[in-house]
């Protein structure tokens, strides 16, 4: 095992211990358990590890490979796109990205969220976990060139390096639309009604596309890369904080541990 994984299997055994030991209100609008987020942390782990083993580094791209493109190649879509770059944008594209994954520590103003910020942690590690390793599947996956080496004036250390196979699906639009989504989603649940909503959900929604919008005028990612990172994103940022909501659940996993092993207990519950 390398010393990767084994800090990776450490940081979330320490979070899926520490973070359920915060207190949690009685008026939250969520709750934390084994019956759910046994199964949410056992999915994210094993994306996490199917990712990280299909993300390996692919090929490089030769010079005369890239002097052989041709966009002729690609979609009628993604073709209109072919060629751009600019280092600027990409440069932007990477700080509102950080914006929007550093967006939900304004909850921390809120008192009532402030308090229950076990919940919304835990919430939020198992969303942004998803969004990391979920884009490994098509970039591990998909050998797809990106739009900047169909002839831009990128430099061709960065058009050789092995990046530039890693186009699908945008890694930047998945952690944009999960983390905008979820903010949002947390938001309205601890403010139902809130006059506020409609601002929140516009910026969440807006800043998650100007990241993607960026990624396109940059030459990172075609316009169909974009649209998968951000249905991607969006389900997991509103699936998660759904899944936590007070509700009746028909089925609960409780973990089994005894001298002889350790195991889990699924029960179905039936009206």
């Known amino acids: 095992m390398s010393d990767t994984t084994l800090k990776l299997r450490r940081s979330f055994l ?18 934390m358990s084994w019956s759910i987020d046994g199964p949410i942390f056992g999915a994210a782990v094993t994306v ?57 520590a304004l909850f921390l103003f809120d008192e009532r969220m402030r308090n229950d910020i076990g919940t919304i942690g835990t919430m939020y590690l198992e969303t942004i976990t998803f969004a990391t390793f979920m884009p490994s599947y098509g970039k591990g996956s998909v050998r797809r060139v990106r739009p900047f080496v169909y002839g831009s004036p990128a430099p061709m250390s960065l058009k050789e390096d092995f990046e530039s196979l890693r186009s699908f699906y945008s890694g930047h639009a998945t952690w944009a639309f999960a983390t905008s989504i979820f903010f949002a989603s947390v938001y309205t649940d601890y403010n139902p009604g809130s006059e506020y909503s409609g601002y929140v959900w516009g910026g969440a929604v807006g800043l998650a596309s100007a990241v993607s919008l960026l990624r396109v005028t940059s030459g990172a990612h075609f316009l169909s890369d974009i649209a998968v990172g951000a249905a991607v994103g969006t389900a997991i940022g509103y699936t998660i904080p759904y899944l936590h909501r007070h509700q009746d659940q028909p089925w609960s996993v409780m973990p089994l541990i005894s001298p002889a092993g350790a195991g889990a207990r699924f029960t179905l519950h039936l009206k």
């Open 14 to 31: 320490l979070c899926f211990v520490v973070l359920p030991l915060f207190g949690q209100p009685p008026d939250s609008p969520y709750r």
């Open 48 to 104: 996490a590890f199917t990712a990280s083993s299909l993300d390996e580094e692919l090929p490089v791209l030769t010079a005369a490979e890239i002097s052989a493109l041709d966009k002729r190649s690609i979609n009628p879509v993604d073709r209109l796109t072919a060629g751009w770059y600019s280092d600027e944008q990409s440069f932007l594209s990477d700080a509102l990205v950080g914006a929007s994954i550093l967006s939900p």
